[in-house]
């Protein structure tokens, strides 16, 4: 009986005429659109729960911005920081990568369009310095070929000549 049961349910759908329909208007989203525009959701890369307040509190005070964001909790270790202004915001992405704990905070720009949960975060900026490079192999050239074996490249810092001599 309880196989039929699960067959049955298996052979049950809707027509697309049966299934119901609705459409939201766009002044359904009120001020949210606004005040989405300066989010940022970071996720912490950890098994472990970790203590929501603490990590509120020191990212905020890391940032210097303690005033001015508000965080909050979505998830398992997922955060939503709301900043006041875009220049905050970028100042806080480009800082990173961030640790808490000694995990990893990563951090995607948040817009508010789509559900926290089907965020990805399988990507996060981090800073390489490469020591031991000849001095005439220290070139935006080098650093691109350098950075390019480990992973993407974003930006090489040499003067505007091109050439990175310095003592790394």
Same mark, same amino acid.
């Given at each position: 009986m309880a196989d %039929? +049961?699960? %067959?049955?349910?298996?052979?049950?759908? +809707?027509? %697309?005429?049966? &299934?119901?329909g609705f459409i939201i208007a766009e002044e359904a989203m009120g001020d949210s659109e606004a005040i989405g525009s300066h989010c940022l959701l970071?996720?912490? +890369?950890? &098994?472990?729960?970790c203590n929501k307040a603490a990590l509120k509190a020191t990212m905020l005070r890391i940032w210097g911005a303690a005033s001015g964001v508000v965080a909050q909790d979505m998830g398992r270790? +997922?955060?939503?920081?709301?900043?006041?202004n875009d220049a905050d915001c970028k100042r806080v992405l480009h800082g990173s990568p961030w640790l808490f704990d000694n995990n990893l905070l990563v951090l995607n720009v948040f817009d508010g369009s789509c559900p926290a949960n089907q965020i990805s975060f399988n990507h996060c900026c981090f800073w390489v310095q490469f020591h031991g490079i000849p001095l005439f192999y220290m070139t935006k050239q080098t650093g691109e070929r350098l950075g390019e074996a480990i992973g993407n490249v974003e930006t090489v810092d040499v003067s505007a000549n091109g050439v990175g001599w310095g003592p790394y």
């Open positions: %039929e +049961l699960v %067959e049955d349910w298996r052979r049950f759908s +809707l027509t %697309e005429d049966e &299934a119901p970071g996720k912490l +890369l950890t &098994a472990k729960f270790n +997922l955060f939503l920081f709301q900043f006041q």
